[in-house]
C-alpha cells in the first residue's frame, strides 16, 4: 500500500486525466477519457485474453461483494414501486446491479452471465426497479453486441413486447415473462426454464396477489441472428465449444480467433511457416492443434494464444487430423502417404501406418476411439484397430474404368474400315437382284 499523500500527489499531477467517483461508499479513482482508457489497456494491459482474465476477476469480485448500498424502498423508481421490494430484490447491491453484467460481458463468460444476471430473474427485477425497464433493454442491447446466444435474444424480444405493459406497472414483469417464454423453455440450455422457475417462485413469495400464467398465450416474434465476420483469406475454420469465436485458417500462415458477437479478432496466433491445411478444436474447449505444408502439427492455448507444442515427423506436407475423445492421443495424415499417432505429450510419433499410396485427405477415430478410419487419393479406405496396428478391412470407394492398351486400339481402327467396305457390297448385290443379276445392254 502507499501513504495517503503518495496518492494525493498523484493526482494533483493527473488533475485533467483522472477523475474522482463515490461508488459503493468507496472513493474510485480512474481515468477521465475513454482514449485515456484505450491507450493505457494496450500499453499494460497485456493483450486481449488477459484483459478478459482481468474483467472476470473482477466480476468475481462483484459476484462475492456485501456492499452497504442494499437495494432499498429509496433506491426504487416511483414508476415501478407497489410495496416493499421483495427479498429477492434485495440481495444486490447497487453496484452489482450496475457493473457485474458489463464485466461478465467483457470478460466472455456467457454461462455466468445467464445464470447471474440476464436470464437470473430476481436481478432482472432489481435492475429495472432501480434504473428502468430502458435501462434493462439498454443492457441487453449491449451484450448483443459482443455474445450471440439464443436465450438471451428470445429474453430480449419479450421484454421488447412486453415494453408498454412493464412501463405501466414493473410488477408484470414475471407475467411477461412467463407467458411469452414459458413454451421456449426447452429449446436452450435450461436458462430460460431456470428464469421462468425463478419467476414463478417470486410471485409465490410476493405480499399482494399477483395473477402469473402457466401457460404460454402471447406469441414472442423469433429474429434470426445472423452475424457477419469480415475474415480475409480464410481456408479453415471451426468454432468453439460457446460458439461465441470462430478460429480460421489465412492465406499468410497465420491463425486468427474471431469473437461472433463483435466481429472483431481476439487472438492470433501465429507459428507455421507455409499453408495450414487443417485445424481440429480439443473436445475439452481448451487447445486446438493445426497442420500445415511446413510438415508440423501444433497445438495452441485458447486461454492464452501461446504455442504449447510442436510435433514434427512428417516428410510432407500435413492433410488431415483427428483427436481422440479423451485428448490424449491424435493422428495425422499427410502427402508422404502416411498415418502417424502422436500422443498429446510427446513431440514424436508414436505409430507409424503404411498402407496407402497416395495422399491422405482424411481422417477420423470412432466414439470408443479404438478403430481408426483412414482416406487417401489412391481410392481406398482403411479400417485400422488402433491399439494393435492391424488392418481389419479395405474398402475401395471408387473403381475407375481401365483403358484399353494401345496395341488393341490400333486392331480396332482398320476393322473399322473393313466393316464399311463389306456395307458397301451388299448395296451392289441387291442392285443385281432388281436386274435379274444380268447387266442392261449398251445401246
Not at 482508457?37 to 497485456?46: D, F, I, M, N, P
Amino acid at each position: 500500500t502507499f501513504p495517503h499523500t503518495f496518492w494525493a500527489a498523484i493526482k494533483h499531477d493527473l488533475d485533467n486525466v483522472v477523475t474522482v467517483s463515490l461508488l459503493d461508499g468507496v472513493l474510485v479513482v480512474h481515468l477521465a477519457h475513454e482514449a485515456f482508457q484505450k491507450v493505457a489497456l494496450e500499453r499494460y494491459g497485456g493483450g486481449e485474453q488477459p484483459i478478459r482474465k482481468q474483467h472476470g476477476d473482477f466480476a468475481d469480485i462483484l459476484s462475492g461483494c456485501q456492499g452497504n448500498s442494499k437495494v432499498s424502498p429509496s433506491h426504487i423508481n416511483a414508476e415501478v414501486q407497489n410495496g416493499p421490494p421483495p427479498a429477492a430484490t434485495q440481495q444486490f447491491t447497487i453496484r452489482q446491479l450496475n457493473e457485474l453484467w458489463y464485466q461478465l460481458v467483457l470478460a466472455g463468460n456467457l454461462q455466468d452471465l445467464k445464470s447471474k444476471a440476464l436470464c437470473c430473474f430476481p436481478y432482472l427485477l432489481a435492475k429495472m426497479q432501480c434504473s428502468s425497464v430502458y435501462e434493462l433493454l439498454h443492457c441487453f442491447h449491449v451484450a448483443s453486441q459482443h455474445i450471440l446466444d439464443a436465450e438471451v435474444n428470445l429474453v430480449l424480444l419479450a421484454m421488447e413486447a412486453s415494453l408498454s405493459a412493464l412501463i405501466a406497472d414493473g410488477q408484470q414483469l414475471g407475467a411477461q415473462l412467463i407467458s411469452r417464454l414459458v413454451s421456449m423453455k426447452d429449446k436452450g440450455d435450461k436458462a430460460l426454464d431456470s428464469l421462468i422457475h425463478q419467476a414463478l417462485e417470486w410471485g409465490r413469495n410476493h405480499n399482494k396477489a399477483l395473477l402469473l400464467p402457466h401457460t404460454s398465450w402471447l406469441i414472442t416474434k423469433q429474429k434470426s441472428m445472423v452475424k457477419k465476420l469480415d475474415c480475409p483469406g480464410v481456408r479453415h475454420m471451426v468454432t468453439t465449444a460457446d460458439t461465441q469465436h470462430v478460429i480460421c485458417t489465412a492465406t499468410d500462415h497465420t491463425i486468427s480467433m474471431y469473437s461472433v458477437g463483435s466481429g472483431k479478432a481476439v487472438q492470433t496466433f501465429e507459428g507455421h511457416k507455409d499453408n495450414i491445411n487443417c485445424i481440429y478444436l480439443s473436445h475439452s474447449g481448451k487447445f486446438f492443434l493445426s497442420g500445415s505444408d511446413d510438415q508440423t502439427v501444433r497445438s495452441w492455448c485458447l486461454e492464452t494464444g501461446q504455442g504449447l507444442r510442436t510435433y514434427s515427423g512428417h516428410t510432407a506436407g500435413v492433410m488431415c487430423m483427428t483427436l481422440a475423445h479423451n485428448d490424449q492421443i491424435f493422428a495425422t495424415g499427410a502427402k508422404d502417404h502416411i498415418v502417424r499417432v502422436f500422443s498429446i505429450e510427446c513431440r514424436e510419433p508414436q505409430q507409424v501406418i503404411e498402407q496407402h499410396t497416395a495422399t491422405i485427405t482424411c481422417i477420423t477415430l470412432t466414439r470408443h476411439d479404438d478403430i481408426l478410419v483412414t482416406a487417401g487419393a489412391d481410392c481406398r479406405i482403411h479400417v485400422w484397430l488402433l491399439n494393435k496396428k492391424k488392418l481389419l478391412n479395405t474398402i475401395w470407394a471408387l473403381q475407375p474404368e481401365e483403358e484399353p492398351p494401345k496395341e488393341e486400339q490400333k486392331e480396332k481402327k482398320p476393322k473399322k474400315k473393313k466393316k464399311k467396305s463389306e456395307e458397301d457390297e451388299p448395296s451392289d448385290s441387291m442392285d443385281d437382284e432388281h436386274t435379274g443379276g444380268n447387266t442392261p445392254p449398251s445401246s
